[in-house]
């Protein structure tokens, strides 16, 4: 792990968000690149994913390193107290995301082996919207928009009811005998993957919430925040 000593409080700062803003860059890359390898059966792409993600993790030690050393060093306060906590919050739910795309991208590995499948493409629905929240989290934190962030609830409820439908759809074809349950079992699990990455998305938009107004609206929903890690492949 890489040593900061910074001092500059405001040089720290900026670094946090720097880092944390590849970090995001990195981890919405990974999900794209991973859906993709599954859609155009492209296994090389899948590889890169896997290889990928271990410079996520990185930043995200480095994000809790130097958020860390401002707590200790300068001790802020108010608003810039937020600041550290929600952006050390958000890099561990892009840590998480970033998991389940790798999660996609095994997965997409083991598929291609197979039969061509054409019913992947069935997946590209519940991809746009889990893609499309993420996108919205990280901006509602550049951007500084709460609203935007809370508005992720409202949004999630739809990719909720297209994982459900699929999930029915994907589930009914294991009654087939067609010899590809397997198939359709990954296609599962990736479909859990991108509700999960829809879910630690509201999480971020939660902390932009929490970052702008100082207001916790992580309970004021039925659905449970606490992520749970993907399905080993």
Known sequence: MSQHIFRDYDNAIRHLQEDLLTMATLTRQNLEQAMQALLRADTDL???VIAADSDVDELERTV???GMEILVRFHPVASDLRLILASMKISTNLERISDHAVGIAKRARKINQGQPLQEVQWL???YAQAYG???DAMDSYT???PVLGQSLHAKDQE???LHKQLTRTLSEQLETPDGRSTAWLHL???ARSLERIGDLSVNIGEETVFLESAKDIRHEHRKPAVDTPPPTP
């Open 133 to 135: 929240l993420l996108r």
């Open 159 to 161: 990719l909720d009811r």
């Open 188 to 190: 599962i699990f990736v």
């Open 124 to 126: 590209e629905p519940l």
């Open 46 to 48: 899948a590889n890169t």
């Open 143 to 145: 951007n500084h928009d």
């Open 64 to 66: 809790d390193q130097i």
